[in-house]
């Protein structure tokens, strides 16, 4: 009923910079809360970013000054527009979104399939 596409991903060098996207579509009442997350194999996936529909911005504390998170409600979708990108960025990120599908109260929380974000020289 609700799919995340992802895009944007992946490979730039130490410093560069990468604009990911993430469209949610389907039948869609509200989305509250879009975010980002990584993960990388072996490690706990973590939350990078994540945006209310209020404007609330969180930032995982490795990824402030660098990376920034806006969406764009009309469009239902999340942006993070990654600069200085060090090896450390390099994961598979994905999109989430905490929404309502349908009508208020049909509540789901929704993910992508990921987007492979490589930093590497």
């Known amino acids: 009923q609700v799919q995340l596409v992802e895009s944007g991903g992946g490979l730039v060098q130490p410093g560069g910079s990468l604009r990911l996207s993430c469209t949610a579509s389907?039948?869609?009442?509200?989305?509250?809360?879009m975010g980002w997350y990584r993960q990388v194999p072996g490690k706990q996936r973590e939350l990078v970013a994540d945006?209310?529909?209020?404007?609330?911005?969180n930032y995982a504390e490795s990824v402030k000054g660098r990376f920034l998170i806006s969406r764009d409600n009309a469009k239902n979708t999340v942006y993070l527009q990654m600069n200085d990108l060090k090896p450390e960025d390099t994961a598979v990120y994905y999109c989430?979104?905490?929404?309502?599908?349908?009508?208020?109260?049909?509540?789901?929380?929704?993910w992508g399939q990921g987007t492979l974000v490589t930093v590497s020289s």
């Open positions: 989430n979104a905490d929404l309502d599908y349908f009508s208020h109260g049909d509540q789901m929380d929704a």
């Open positions: 389907g039948d869609i009442y509200q989305i509250y809360n």
């Open positions: 945006i209310t529909d209020g404007g609330r911005i």
